[in-house]
């Protein structure tokens, strides 16, 4: 018993890895990066808004491990290597890579009640949100994944969303480009196991509802509170009946990044209260 405990321990240890995480600034993402720091994970905070990215990554240096925090834009290929450089320079690796900067935007949504429909969206709109999440996703897994190649290892999670094969109301581009980044996480996975390493996996997150700032504008005018008639929606479309809680999601990342899972590459983890498992009747 004591020997196989001991093994056990060794497959969900992430003790002295590296993670780069996009969005490290945001609520999900910067809980995701506390986390990860507390089994001693060295974390590389990257995020469009540099002050919060700074905050995640003091936070981490707090419980004890190494982090930096890196300004970069997701969509901007020279700000993704630039980050790549720093980020290698100070750890020397990349173990870990979590796509997590993506979101919504008013201007990408349409909205019966003050006559927007589909056709009245402006198209920057639409490719605003679509880009933010797609290539926001694509580009650094194409910057960072080359110190995976020279590792022979490496991991990545990619964040997808419940409106990624039943697209939700309202959000044209987001579960467009959401269902994108689905088919992109099996396309990479088979792509470098095939041709690179069969150990660098590539698996996703499908998280259900959070209350965040980039839904605020969807389910609440205020991060937290509950009460609208798409909260009640959601809320009766979820089987338990409740909001996820950012922490919520750290028991699959740190599944999906360990070795535990091994032999799991291309598959998608939904963490969102059942869902996507309930038709709504
Ligand atoms: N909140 C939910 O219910 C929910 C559900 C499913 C999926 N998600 C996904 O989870 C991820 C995080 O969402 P969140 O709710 O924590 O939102 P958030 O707005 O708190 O975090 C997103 C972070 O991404 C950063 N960001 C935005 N554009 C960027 C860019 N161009 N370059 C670098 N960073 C950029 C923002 O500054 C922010 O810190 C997103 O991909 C989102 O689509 C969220």
């Given at each position: 018993m004591g020997r196989s405990e001991l093994k056990l321990r060794e497959m969900f240890s992430l003790e002295g890895k590296t993670a780069v995480i996009t969005g490290a600034g945001g609520i999900l993402f910067g809980t995701v990066a506390r986390g990860l720091a507390q089994l001693g994970v060295k974390i590389a905070a990257l995020d469009l808004r540099l002050e919060e990215a700074e905050k995640t990554a003091r936070d981490v240096k707090e419980s004890g491990t190494d982090s930096l925090?890196?300004?970069?834009?997701?969509?901007?290929?020279?700000s993704v290597r630039n980050a790549y450089k720093a980020v290698v320079k100070k750890f020397g690796r990349v173990d870990i890579l979590i796509n997590g900067a993506g979101g919504n935007h008013p201007r990408a949504l349409t909205n019966k009640e003050e006559g927007v429909y589909f056709h009245n969206l402006s198209p920057e709109g639409i490719k605003f949100v679509f880009d933010l999440n797609i290539l926001g996703t694509v580009l650094p897994s194409l910057v960072f994944v080359e110190k995976m190649i020279e590792q022979k290892e490496g991991v990545i999670i990619n964040t997808s969303s419940m409106s990624a094969d039943t697209p939700l109301s309202r959000t044209v581009a987001y579960s467009a480009a959401k269902a994108a980044v689905s088919n992109f996480t099996k396309w990479l996975a088979a792509d470098l196991a095939m041709n690179h390493s069969p150990l660098i996996r590539v698996n996703e997150i499908r998280p259900g509802f959070f209350p965040t700032l980039q839904n605020a504008?969807?389910?609440?005018?205020?991060?937290?509170?509950?009460k609208s008639s798409r909260g009640q929606d959601i809320l009766g479309g979820t089987p338990m009946g409740r909001y996820g809680k950012p922490e919520e999601l750290l028991g699959g990342i740190v599944y999906l990044c360990s070795p535990s899972a091994s032999f799991t590459t291309g598959s998608s983890l939904a963490i969102d209260g059942g869902f996507g498992s309930f038709s709504g009747v």
């Open positions: 925090a890196v300004a970069v834009d997701v969509l901007n290929q020279e504008d969807l389910i609440n005018k205020t991060p937290g509170v509950l």
